[in-house]
T-cell receptor
Framework: DQQVKQNSPSLSVQEGRISILNCDYT??????FLWYKKYPAEGPTFLIS?????DKNEDGRFTVFLNKSAKHLSLHIVPSQPGDSAVYFC?????????????FGKGTKLSVKP | SQTIHQWPATLVQPVGSPLSLECTVE??????LYWYRQAAGRGLQLLFY??????ISSEVPQNLSASRPQDRQFILSSKKLLLSDSGFYLC??????????????FGQGTRLTVV
């Protein structure tokens, strides 16, 4: 039973355009959502997060949007750069859970073409 | 600064052999520690977590075990590896001190291939 779903295994975007990575969840008890970026043979690195009480969080080129009624969040990267090419994981934490007890999606591989 | 070290980076082991992966954290006290696994075509799955020395919680039943002999040391073990244990293993920590950020920080990972 997948509680965090990333239905697009891959996404290809032209450099300079917007990349939109999507994530759906089923558990209403999630209180915190995070995005991680992962290069091959490396551990994931934290990118951006959002609390369930907010609907938007922005950090430079990265913005995460949360739609609680739809149980959907998305990561926007504007403008996309070739160095953004990586696998992006969406993760969620259950309310009251330990900070690292995250449930991850399967990831979306983003390719940004020059 | 807080850092996490995980080794080895790659490991090839025969079926039935034992396993020991080690992870250490620096720059923080009493962290929560985690072992995740990324199997081919799957997301990151939480295997074990620990909120203190000697305290281990298992998320999924399997052929693996974890131990925390010291505050900032986390070990993943197996007595007899199976082919299905192959994967990319990641250690992570989350700070528990006042003001600690919410996210978990990951090590570089260990690519385990059981042959």
């Amino acid at each position: 039973d997948q509680q965090v779903k990333q239905n697009s295994p891959s996404l290809s975007v032209q450099e300079g355009r917007i990349s939109i990575l999507n994530c759906d969840y089923t558990n209403s008890m999630f209180d915190y959502f995070l995005w991680y970026k992962k290069y091959p043979a490396e551990g994931p690195t934290f990118l951006i997060s959002i609390s369930s009480i907010k609907d938007k969080n922005e950090d430079g080129r990265f913005t995460v949007f949360l739609n609680k009624s739809a149980k959907h969040l998305s990561l926007h990267i504007v403008p996309s750069q070739p160095g953004d090419s990586a696998v992006y994981f969406c993760a969620a934490r259950v309310y009251g859970g330990s900070q690292g007890n995250l449930i991850f999606g399967k990831g979306t591989k983003l390719s940004v073409k020059p | 600064s807080q850092t996490i070290h995980q080794w080895p980076a790659t490991l090839v082991q025969p079926v039935g052999s034992p396993l020991s992966l080690e992870c250490t954290v620096e720059g923080t006290s009493n962290p929560n520690l985690y072992w995740y696994r990324q199997a081919a075509g799957r997301g990151l799955q939480l295997l074990f977590y620990s909120v203190g020395i000697g305290q281990i919680s298992s998320e999924v039943p399997q052929n693996l075990s974890a131990s925390r002999p010291q505050d900032r040391q986390f070990i993943l073990s197996s007595k007899k590896l199976l082919l299905s244990d192959s994967g990319f293993y990641l250690c992570a920590f989350a700070g528990t001190e006042s003001g600690a950020s919410t996210e978990a920080f990951f090590g570089q990972g260990t690519r385990l291939t059981v042959v």
